[in-house]
Nanobody, 116 residues
Framework: VQLQASGGGLVQAGGSLRLSCAVPRMILSTFWGTTFDWYQQAPGNQRELVATSSDGSTYYGDSVKGRFTISRDNNKKTVYLQMNSLKTEDTGTYFC?????????WGKGTQVTVSS
């Protein structure tokens, strides 16, 4: 399973970005029932869970609640992370991750840089 993350870039604080994670080779029925996560890895830090979409429910890390939204387009087999009101501390590499029975895959990451 290949996860194709995109959408990162350089943005000023207060701005917005939308990250995408496409999984074109995943069987559609599998995609529907699969958990997807977005992780942030800030420079010098470990990866931290930012958001999760699973079985119709969503989870957000405390630092992004109210600012980030995870969503999925099942027909396009793509997961999104809408990032609003960005802060400098949101800077880092963002990784898409999927997990399930016998499955644990990571995308390559997309860089987000928020300038002050």
């Amino acid at each position: 399973v290949q996860l194709q993350a995109s959408g990162g870039g350089l943005v000023q604080a207060g701005g917005s970005l939308r990250l995408s994670c496409a999984v074109p080779r995943m069987i559609l029925s599998t995609f529907w029932g699969t958990t997807f996560d977005w992780y942030q890895q800030a420079p010098g830090n470990q990866r931290e869970l930012v958001a999760t979409s699973s079985d119709g429910s969503t989870y957000y890390g405390d630092s992004v609640k109210g600012r980030f939204t995870i969503s999925r387009d099942n027909n396009k087999k793509t997961v999104y992370l809408q990032m609003n009101s960005l802060k400098t501390e949101d800077t880092g590499t963002y990784f898409c991750h999927t997990r399930g029975p016998g499955m644990d895959y990571w995308g390559k990451g997309t860089q987000v840089t928020v300038s002050s």
